[in-house]
């Protein structure tokens, strides 16, 4: 059975920062070959995809709101992805959720998510 399970969520003051971490297991394949993201859902609004770090040399893409100081990196041999969160603003409230994504087989898997509140 597969697992995604976010954590690290929080209530934080602007321009604070978070640190997501997203715990894998039970994946069919090495979870090195997944293609790795975070997306986040605000209220009344879709998801949108954030950061993305893919199996291709740990390459990484980002939404252009959060370039420069959001990092999203991972961890292959704890089976876990991260997202850094700095400079926290109010517009990054929203629920956090990791997705899991198997190019060749074509295999996608989704966290329960994560609330990320940046309020004053």
């Known amino acids: 059975q597969v697992q995604l399970v976010e954590s690290g969520g929080g209530l934080v003051q602007p321009g604070e920062s978070l640190r997501l971490s997203c715990t894998a297991s039970?994946?069919?394949?090495?979870?090195?070959?997944?293609?790795m993201s975070w997306y986040r859902q605000a209220p009344g609004k879709e998801r949108d995809l954030v950061a993305t770090i893919s199996t291709v040399s740990d390459s990484t893409n980002y939404v252009d709101s959060v370039k420069g100081r959001f990092v999203v990196s991972r961890d292959n041999a704890k089976k876990m992805v991260y997202l850094q969160m700095n400079s926290l603003a109010p517009e990054d409230t929203a629920v956090y959720y990791c997705?899991?994504?198997?190019?060749?087989?074509?295999?996608?898997?989704w966290g329960q998510g994560t609330q990320v509140t940046v309020s004053s």
């Open positions: 039970g994946f069919t394949f090495d979870f090195s070959n997944y293609d």
């Open positions: 997705y899991a994504y198997h190019r060749v087989v074509g295999r996608a898997y």
